[in-house]
Nanobody
Framework: VQLVESGGGSVQPGGSLRLSCAAS???????MGWFRQAPGKEREVIAV???????SYADSVKGRFTISQDNAKNTLYLQLNSLKSEDTAMYYC????????????????????WGQGTQVTVSS
């Protein structure tokens, strides 16, 4: 599976961004998600979505970020609202094959593929 992220950029605190991830190369039966990594920090899986749209979020982004997918376009989205300086990181799209109504846990180990990342910088 090939994953290509876009939509990152620089924004002031309180602002919004929408990240996109285009998937190709065998997209049937995928569970997907987003993780981020800031310099000197560990990877953090922040949102996941199962095949049928069930979602899960890390506490750090719950209520501010929304993950969604357009199966017809093979595209995953992450809407980032009320951004804070601590949201500054490289954001990566991740995917793995999964069956039924399974929703992956918030762990990088759950996923087998990821993209090249897109940078999000929140600064005044």
């Amino acid at each position: 599976v090939q994953l290509v992220e876009s939509g990152g950029g620089s924004v002031q605190p309180g602002g919004s961004l929408r990240l996109s991830c285009a998937a190709s190369g065998g997209t049937d039966s995928l569970c997907m998600g987003w993780f981020r990594q800031a310099p000197g920090k560990e990877r953090e899986v922040i949102a996941v979505i199962g095949r049928f749209g069930d979602t899960s979020y890390a506490d750090s982004v719950k209520g501010r970020f929304t993950i969604s997918q357009d199966n017809a376009k093979n595209t995953l989205y992450l809407q980032l609202n009320s951004l804070k300086s601590e949201d500054t990181a490289m954001y990566y799209c991740v995917a793995t094959f999964c069956g039924g109504a399974y929703v992956p846990s918030l762990s990088v180990a759950e996923f087998s593929d990821w993209g090249q990342g897109t940078q999000v910088t929140v600064s005044s």
